[in-house]
């Protein structure tokens, strides 16, 4: 098959992924979604200088998109609005390199256990135990390879023998649902920090 053949096969398989996560928004619909184009996220973030972070930044990208679908008018500039998306959570992920704001992130997480370890209920390290109850067993093992061990996706699916879209799906879905938790501890901690200040 030649190249633009490729390209064309591709194009229809993102047309009705798309049209079907829209239709009818679901696991499995957006599962099909992000196979279909967290790759091309990941390469956007990576064109532009952010190798490190360019598969939470897709996965940050493809959260909004799950979030925010229903806004879309016109379904056939779906792909615009979604790497419009990605232009905006790269400007975010610079102008916050650029200064530095406290934040509840999962990377803050083997930290937080480390110097917590030997404290009781209502410390973070209690509250990221007890979080990982909300996951399946998958998601736990996932999310403690990559944000406790440090492994890096393409380590865990090797080790897993799994393709690698399904260890960012994983993550993905585990960051998805423990979310509001972590939204809540942001805000407690601000207003703590307001509070010392």
């Known amino acids: 098959m030649t190249t633009e053949g490729v390209a064309n096969k591709n194009s229809v398989h993102e047309a009705a992924v798309t049209e079907r996560f829209l239709d009818a928004p679901n696991e499995e619909s957006f599962a099909d979604l992000f196979k279909a184009y967290t790759p091309q996220l990941v390469a956007f973030f990576r064109a532009r200088g952010c190798q490190v972070a360019a598969e939470d930044l897709a996965q940050e990208v493809m959260f909004t998109v799950y979030r925010k679908a229903q806004q879309i008018r016109d379904r056939s500039l779906f792909r615009a609005w979604m790497f419009k ?46 979080w990982m109850a909300f996951l399946d067993s998958r998601e736990r093992e996932a999310l403690t390879l990559r944000f406790i061990e440090q492994w ?41 920090t307001r509070i010392a200040a």
Do not use: C, M
């Open 85 to 130: 998306i990605a232009r905006n959570t790269l400007s975010r992920h610079f102008g916050k390199q650029s200064r530095e704001v406290d934040t509840v992130d999962l990377a803050d997480v083997p930290e937080r256990l480390v110097t917590a370890r030997n404290k009781g209920a209502g410390t973070p390290a209690f509250e990221f135990h007890h």
């Open 152 to 192: 890096e996706y393409h380590e865990i699916a090797a080790a897993q023998s799994i393709p690698i879209g399904t260890v960012q799906w994983r993550v993905f879905s585990a960051k998805r649902k423990l979310a509001p938790y972590l939204k809540r501890v942001e805000r407690t901690e601000n207003r703590k």
